[in-house]
């Protein structure tokens, strides 16, 4: 009964482990995510930031996990600095409104 046990608990995390590594290999950041990116912004096309006070709210609003997301998603964004980073004002907000929190 313990080995039924054992194996089942280990086929299991191997199972969650694969699905969550096979999720970060598609090369999207947590900054894509249309759901968690939304409550950031003031219209539909995710083009104008809302305001400090909105943006903290917003951000305390995240789990703990999104926030570390976003803030090594900004942190990657950062090193890797070219014309294709599409969130330099989010990031900056994040790091002066939310990287504390």
Not at 18 to 47: E, I, N, R, V
Request: charged letters at 20%; proline letters at 5%; aromatic letters at 4%.
């Amino acid at each position: 009964m313990n080995i039924k046990m054992i194996c089942l608990g280990a086929m299991a995390l191997s199972m969650a482990a694969g699905s969550a590594l096979a999720g970060s290999s598609t090369g999207t950041s947590a900054l894509d995510d249309p759901a968690k990116m939304k409550p950031f912004y003031t219209d539909s096309g995710m083009k104008t930031m809302v305001g400090k006070d909105a943006f903290v709210t917003a951000w305390k609003a995240l789990t703990p996990e999104d926030q570390a997301a976003m803030r090594t998603a900004c942190a990657d964004e950062a090193k890797n600095a070219n014309p294709t980073n599409t969130h330099p004002e989010f990031c900056s907000s994040v790091k002066l409104n939310g990287g504390g929190s």
